[in-house]
C-alpha cells in the first residue's frame, strides 16, 4: 500500500526538513491486522486493517504543537511539522509548560518482538483451528453462543528528531479468545479462556500453546455450563484468593492508573479522572504490605508492552514502582517528570500514529512471592477463589471501587470446595493492597495483559501488559449476583 | 496568544474538497471491479483541532487529519475486508485501494461461503451537510481561557468536519457531513471537587458560552461548600440528564442488540420473558434527532426511529442486517455492533426547574461515572458519583458529597422506584474521541427515584 510518493521512511534519511523550531521529532507508525473469528461455527468476514501515518511534534518560541497525517510525502511531512509549529507559536502564551525547559532526546536504537520471523498459519489454517475450536463448545443445547478468534498485528514504529535521534521498533501481537455463554432458567453465564482478550502477548504461534488454545474451548463450554447449576456467592467478610487473571486487573485500575503522573498532574480530571495519589506521598507511602512489589518492566520478552523506547525517546528499563510495600515513584514520562520535578520510567506512550503520546502503563507487573499455589489454599480458612474479571468500576480517584469476575470457588478449612458464580468483591485501594497477605511463587504466575486501556483527551485505547502470581487477601468484603 | 501567519496552504479536509475526493475514491473502485465482483466501501474522515487544556492554560494543543476507508469485496457468498489509512492524494489513494482489491481477490479463495452475507438490494443515495464554518480553534481557546481567568479549568476543545460516506458497486453513494465543535471542560475546586460542563454544536456563540460558564462557577459555589460523606444506605435521589446518559451508555453495549437478546447475553434479556419498567419509560433509537447519518456502514438506511421499550415493555431491538439472516429477524438499519447511536428517552411530566423542590431531601446526582454490572442477567448495575453532587435538604442544596458507591437494578430504578421524569429532554453528544470523534448522541430526561441504594 506504500508508493515512492508517500513512503513509511523506516529506514534511511528522511527527506530535507527546514523549520525554525527549538526541537521536532517524527513519529512514524505502520501496523497491519488480520482478524480471524468463527462463531457458532461460522466464519465471519476476514478483515485486514492498515495504519499508516506519521505524528509531527515541535518546541517553539516556548510552545508545544503537534500534527498528525497520513500524508508521508516530503511535502506532507514538511506541512504537518508547520501546522505542529503553528499551533506551539499559538500558544506559547498560555502553554502549561515552557517547551524551552522539556528534554530534547536523541535516542538510537532498534527492537523487535521474539520470533518476529517466524512463520504464521495461512489465512485457511487459521480458520480451520478456529473452526475447530468452535465445534468443540457446542457440547451442549444450554451453550447459546460461542466464539474463537484470533486478531495478529504486526507493527513498525520509527521515532526520528531533530537532534539526530532514530529509533525502529518492530512489533507482532497475538490476541487469541474463545468465549462460550450458556443460558438456563432465566440466567446467562459466560465463561472465557483467561478473560476478553485477556490473553495478548508479542511473539508467534507460541502464545496459542502457552494458554493451551487448541482444545480449550471444550473446558471453557464446560465451566460455562457449571456456572449455570452453582449457587450465587456466599456474601460477607472474607479472604479472597485472586487468580492472574483477575489480578491483572486489581494492578491495573488500583496501582497502574492511581500511579499515572499526568492524573496525579490533573491532566485527565476533565475525563479519566485524579488519582488518590499526591506527588507528596511518593518516596514514603505505604502503598502495601511488605509483600508487595511492583514494577514497571517493558524487558519481559513475550509481555504486551515490551520495547526499547517509549514514544519521547526514552530508553525503557526496568524499575521498580513499589518495593516490599512502598511507593517509590510514579509512572510518568520524560515531560511528567520535568513537570513534577519527580522520577519516573519510560511511558510516553501514545496508541497510534493520530495521538500524541501520554503517561501510560506499559508493562506493570507484581512480582512473585514463595508460595505454591497448594499453599495459598491451604492458609485459608474461609474464603473464594476468583477466576477471570468480568466487571470493573472505580471511582475518579481511582479508590473506591468493585469488581466481578466469572467463576468462584469456595475454600473452606484450606481446601477448594465447589464451584459459585457471580463472586464480586469491593474495597478501596488506599487500604485494599495492605491487606495482601499471601503472594503466590513464580509458578503461580501468568503473562497477560488488555488491549484496551482507555484514558486521554482525545482518547486512547492502549496495550498494557501485566505479569502477575496468584495472590491472597484478608478480609474482603465479597457478594454476589443479585437477590 | 500571538497571531502567527496563517498557514498558507490549502485545507483538502474542506467540505467540498473532501465530498469530491469521496467520489473521485469510489469512480476509482468502480474502474478496479472485475466481473463477477460487487464492493461496498464505507467512508470516515475528519480534520480536527484538539486542544487539551488544564490548570486554565494549553496542555497539548494539535491538529489530527485522517481519512479510513473499509473496501468488502464481494465474490458470490464469499467476501472479505481491507480498512484503508488514506493520504489524502487521489492519485496514491486510488493505487492503494487497487492494491487493496487485489490483496483480497488473494484472500476470498480461502475463505468459505457466508451464509449471513446480506447486501442492500437497493439503491438509496443521500446526502446531508450541516454546520461550519467555526472561528478558528485558536480564536476560541482564547475566549475559554479568558473566560476561565483565575480558575482551575481543564478539558478539550475539539473542533472540526467530521465526515462519513458509503458508495458501493450498484451506485449507491450517502455522504454525511458536519462541522462540530465539542468543548468539555470541568472547573476545580480542590481534590475531586469539581463542575463538569458541556458546550457543543455547530456555531459558536459567545454569549451562550458565557452563559454555560456562568453557570458552572454558581454550581462551583456548591461543590466549594465543605462536603458531607454519607453512609452506604437507600436514599432519594434526583438524576440529572448527564446521570442518566451514563446509564444509557452501559445499557448501549449490547442492552439494546438484537443478537445480544437472541442469545441472551443482553443485560435486557429478561424483558424478554416479562420483566417491567415503570410505564412512563420509552426508550426509541431515533437517528432523527441526533447528528448521526442516515445511513449505516454497510449502506443500509436507518429508519427515523426505531421503539426499543414502550410503556416499560420491551419493544423492539436493534438488529444489524446480519443479524436478521441469522435469525430470521428483521433489520432495521443497526450498525454490526447493534449500538444505539441516537437514543432518545421521552420526557415525563416534572418540570427540570422543579427538580430539587419534588426531592425534597436525597441526594442530587450530577454526574455518574465507571459504570458496570454486578449481575448483568439482573441488570443490576454498579458505578460512582462524580462531579457535581450533592446532598439537598428541602429542596436546598447543602453540601456537595463525597463520592459514593451505587450497586441497583435497572428494574427498580426506572421501575418501581421511578417517581418521575422530567418533562424536558436534553441532547447530550457524545464527545468520544477513541480513534475517531463520534457522531452520536442522547436525548434524555433527568429521572426522579424514590430510592436509590449505595454501597460504598
Not at chain 1, 259 to 282: C, H, K, P, Q, W
Not at chain 2, 44 to 73: C, I, W
Not at chain 2, 403 to 432: I, K, S
Amino acid at each position: 500500500m506504500l508508493s515512492a510518493r508517500h513512503p513509511m521512511p523506516f529506514d534511511g534519511p528522511l527527506p530535507r526538513i527546514d523549520i525554525a523550531a527549538d526541537f521536532w521529532s517524527l513519529r512514524f507508525v505502520h501496523e497491519q491486522s488480520c482478524s480471524y473469528t468463527v462463531r457458532k461455527d461460522v466464519p465471519l468476514p476476514f478483515s485486514v486493517s492498515d495504519e499508516a501515518g506519521v505524528m509531527a511534534t515541535v518546541y517553539a518560541d516556548g510552545g508545544y504543537g503537534y500534527a498528525a497525517t497520513a500524508d508521508t510525502s516530503p511535502d506532507g511531512l514538511r506541512a504537518a511539522l508547520a501546522r505542529a509549529s503553528d499551533w506551539a507559536r499559538r500558544t506559547a502564551g498560555h502553554a502549561l509548560l515552557d517547551a524551552r525547559t522539556l528534554p530534547r532526546p536523541a535516542p538510537h536504537g532498534r527492537y523487535a518482538s521474539p520470533s518476529l520471523s517466524s512463520p504464521m498459519p495461512s489465512h485457511r489454517e487459521w480458520f480451520e483451528l478456529l473452526v475447530q475450536e468452535s465445534r468443540d463448545a457446542a457440547i451442549d443445547p444450554r451453550i447459546v453462543d460461542w466464539e474463537a478468534l484470533c486478531e495478529v498485528c504486526t507493527a513498525t514504529h520509527r521515532l526520528v528528531t531533530s537532534t539526530g535521534g532514530d529509533v525502529v521498533q518492530q512489533y507482532r501481537f497475538l490476541l487469541p479468545s474463545i468465549t462460550v455463554t450458556a443460558h438456563a432458567n432465566g440466567d446467562t453465564q459466560q465463561r472465557s479462556l483467561n478473560g476478553q482478550r485477556g490473553i495478548c502477548q508479542q511473539g508467534g504461534v507460541e502464545v496459542l500453546a502457552r494458554f493451551g488454545f487448541a482444545g480449550g474451548a471444550r473446558r471453557v463450554a464446560e465451566e460455562a455450563l457449571e456456572l449455570l447449576s452453582a449457587p450465587n456467592c456466599p456474601s460477607g467478610r472474607m479472604d479472597v484468593l485472586l487468580a492472574p487473571d483477575q489480578m491483572v486487573l486489581q494492578i491495573h485500575e488500583s496501582i497502574g492508573h492511581p500511579l499515572e503522573l499526568d492524573r496525579i498532574l490533573g491532566d485527565e480530571r476533565n475525563f479519566a479522572g485524579t488519582s488518590f495519589v499526591t506527588a507528596d506521598m511518593i518516596g514514603s507511602y505505604r502503598y502495601g504490605s511488605d509483600l508487595l512489589n511492583v514494577t514497571f518492566d517493558p524487558t519481559r520478552p513475550e509481555e504486551l508492552a515490551s520495547y526499547a523506547f517509549d514514544d519521547d525517546g526514552a530508553p525503557a528499563e526496568k524499575t521498580h514502582l513499589i518495593r516490599n510495600g512502598i511507593l517509590e515513584r510514579a509512572l510518568g514520562g520524560s515531560i511528567s517528570q520535568a513537570r513534577a520535578g519527580l522520577a519516573g520510567v519510560a511511558n510516553a506512550r501514545a496508541n497510534n500514529w493520530n495521538r500524541p503520546p501520554i503517561d501510560r502503563m506499559a508493562n506493570l507487573n507484581l512480582e512473585p512471592g514463595t508460595e505454591s499455589m497448594a499453599t495459598l489454599v491451604g492458609s485459608i480458612e474461609r474464603g473464594v477463589l476468583m477466576e477471570t474479571n468480568r466487571s470493573w468500576s472505580i471511582d475518579d480517584s481511582r479508590n473506591k471501587f468493585q469488581f466481578g469476575c466469572e467463576r468462584g470457588r469456595l475454600i473452606e478449612n484450606g481446601a477448594l470446595g465447589s464451584v459459585v458464580r457471580n463472586p464480586n468483591y469491593r474495597g478501596i485501594s488506599a487500604s485494599f493492597w495492605r491487606s495482601l497477605a499471601r503472594v503466590g511463587d513464580a509458578d503461580t504466575m501468568q503473562v497477560l495483559g488488555t488491549p484496551y486501556c482507555g484514558k486521554g483527551e482525545p482518547s486512547q485505547v492502549i496495550r498494557v501488559g501485566h505479569a502477575t502470581p496468584a495472590c491472597v487477601f484478608a478480609d474482603v468484603d465479597v457478594f454476589g449476583g443479585a437477590a | 496568544m500571538g497571531a502567527p501567519a496563517p498557514l498558507a496552504v490549502a485545507d483538502p479536509a474542506s467540505a467540498p474538497a473532501m465530498e469530491g475526493y469521496f467520489h473521485d475514491l469510489a469512480a476509482a473502485l468502480d474502474r478496479a471491479l472485475r466481473a463477477g465482483e460487487r464492493y461496498a466501501a464505507s467512508f470516515a474522515a475528519e480534520s480536527t483541532d484538539f486542544v487539551r487544556m488544564n490548570r486554565g492554560k494549553v496542555r497539548q494543543p494539535g491538529h489530527v487529519a485522517q481519512r479510513y476507508l473499509d473496501v468488502r469485496l464481494v465474490r458470490g457468498a464469499r467476501h472479505a475486508t481491507h480498512s484503508l489509512c488514506l493520504t489524502g492524494d487521489l492519485a496514491h489513494d486510488s493505487a492503494a485501494v487497487g492494491g487493496a482489491l487485489d490483496g483480497l481477490r488473494t484472500v476470498i479463495p480461502d475463505l468459505a461461503d457466508d451464509p449471513h452475507l446480506v447486501l442492500p438490494d437497493t439503491v438509496a443515495s443521500s446526502r446531508s451537510a450541516r454546520g461550519g464554518p467555526l472561528p478558528h480553534s485558536a480564536e476560541i481557546v482564547e475566549a475559554i481561557l479568558s473566560a476561565a481567568a483565575g480558575d482551575d479549568l481543564v478539558g478539550i476543545l475539539a473542533a472540526g468536519p467530521v465526515q462519513r460516506g458509503f458508495a458501493n458497486s450498484e451506485g449507491q453513494r450517502n455522504w454525511h457531513e458536519a462541522t462540530t465543535f465539542n468543548l468539555q471542560w470541568s472547573l476545580y475546586h480542590r481534590g475531586d471537587k469539581a463542575v463538569k460542563s458541556t458546550y457543543a454544536g455547530f456555531a459558536w456563540d459567545s454569549s451562550a458560552f458565557a452563559r454555560k460558564m456562568a453557570d458552572a462557577r454558581a454550581q462551583l459555589a456548591l461543590v466549594s461548600l465543605p462536603a458531607r460523606t454519607l453512609s452506604p444506605g437507600t436514599y432519594r435521589a434526583y438524576l440529572a440528564p448527564n446521570a442518566m446518559d451514563e446509564i444509557a451508555g452501559l445499557l448501549a453495549w449490547g442492552g439494546f442488540s438484537g443478537r445480544a437478546l437472541e442469545t441472551r447475553q443482553s443485560s435486557l434479556t429478561r424483558m424478554q420473558s416479562g420483566a417491567t419498567l415503570d410505564r412512563r419509560v420509552f426508550l426509541d433509537e431515533s437517528p432523527a434527532s441526533g447528528v448521526a447519518p442516515s445511513f449505516q456502514a454497510e449502506g443500509f438506511a436507518r429508519p427515523p426511529t426505531v421503539p426499543l421499550v414502550a410503556g416499560g415493555m420491551l419493544a423492539g431491538a436493534l438488529v444489524s442486517p446480519r443479524t436478521a439472516r441469522e435469525f430470521d429477524l428483521v433489520a432495521n438499519g443497526a450498525n454490526s455492533s447493534e449500538m444505539p447511536d441516537s437514543l432518545a428517552m421521552r420526557g415525563g411530566a416534572l418540570p427540570a426547574a422543579d427538580a430539587l423542590a419534588a426531592l425534597d431531601t436525597g441526594l442530587a446526582i450530577g454526574n455518574l461515572w465507571y459504570l458496570n454490572y454486578s449481575d448483568q442477567p439482573a441488570c443490576r448495575m454498579t458505578g460512582m458519583t462524580r462531579f457535581a453532587t450533592f446532598w439537598v435538604e428541602h429542596g436546598r442544596v447543602v453540601a456537595p458529597v463525597e463520592p459514593l458507591r451505587f450497586d441497583d437494578t435497572l428494574y427498580r430504578m426506572l421501575g418501581e422506584n421511578l417517581a418521575e421524569l422530567t418533562r424536558e429532554t436534553e441532547l447530550v453528544l457524545d464527545a468520544g474521541t477513541y480513534g475517531a470523534r463520534t457522531l452520536s448522541s442522547t436525548t434524555l430526561p433527568g429521572a426522579l427515584l424514590r430510592a436509590m441504594s449505595f454501597t460504598l
